[in-house]
């Protein structure tokens, strides 16, 4: 089956500073990707995704995503942080059913000043 | 201004009381589904409905019960059958159902059980 692995629970990092968010993924054949954020107490917000093609994907709100088909990972970076991107973000990859997407654990960032 | 909306926005639930969680959208998309979301947990699938009138349960739909009368509406009752309900609950809707379809997140309804 699907899944999707969010080694980190907690990364912290200073204001300003770059940020790479891992996502290690389990599937067989070619993966639909995704990255969500969650601000507290809110709905998911869809960062980016990847479906085929340039595996560097770009994102809302200054963030990317690289895909790597050899180390089976989909990480997520930011090279400068601001305060506003404390949040909780998630790792999602579609299922074969089609009709669900199966989400890593989360990370929680925190930015400290 | 398009988008989907969840009522509401906290639920109080008693013991053997069975509750209903709104989920509507105005985006004029096929498909819609609801997530359970846990601490630590991340979100998993209860039931999702690829058109009017049709749902098939997720990973984890026994004490839940949804219908699709209306493209627009996607209720869900969290039945006294439930026995964890403490949760926050997630909808969510596509253009169509598909792996290549991005699904778009409601609010969503934090439920506590009294």
């Known amino acids: 089956a699907q899944s999707v692995t969010q080694p980190d629970i907690h990364i912290t990092v200073s204001e300003g500073a770059s940020l790479e968010l891992r996502c290690n993924y389990s599937?067989?054949?070619?993966?639909?990707l995704f990255w969500y954020v969650q601000s507290p107490g809110q709905g998911l917000q869809l960062l980016l995704k990847y479906f085929s093609g340039d595996t560097l994907v770009q994102g809302i709100k200054g963030f990317e995503a690289e895909f790597k088909r050899s180390q089976s990972s989909f990480n997520l970076r930011k090279p400068s942080v601001h305060w506003s991107d404390a949040a909780e973000y998630f790792c999602a990859v579609a299922s074969n059913s089609g009709y669900a997407l199966n989400f890593g654990k989360g990370t929680s960032l925190l930015v400290t000043p | 201004d398009g988008g989907i909306t969840q009522s509401p926005k906290y639920l109080f639930r008693k013991e053997g009381q069975n509750v209903t969680l709104s989920c509507e959208q105005n985006?004029?998309?096929?498909?819609m589904y609801w997530y359970r979301q846990d601490p630590g947990q991340g979100l998993r699938l209860i039931y999702y409905?690829?058109?009017?009138?049709?749902?098939q349960k997720g990973d984890i739909a026994e004490g839940y019960s949804v219908s699709r009368e209306k493209k627009e509406s996607f209720p869900l009752t969290v039945t006294s059958a439930q026995k964890n309900p403490t949760a926050f609950y997630l909808c969510a809707s596509s253009v169509r159902g598909g792996q290549q379809e991005t699904q778009y997140f409601g609010p969503g309804t934090r439920l506590l059980v009294l």
């Open positions: 599937y067989g054949a070619t993966p639909y």
């Open positions: 409905s690829q058109i009017v009138n049709d749902f």
């Open positions: 985006l004029n998309h096929d498909a």
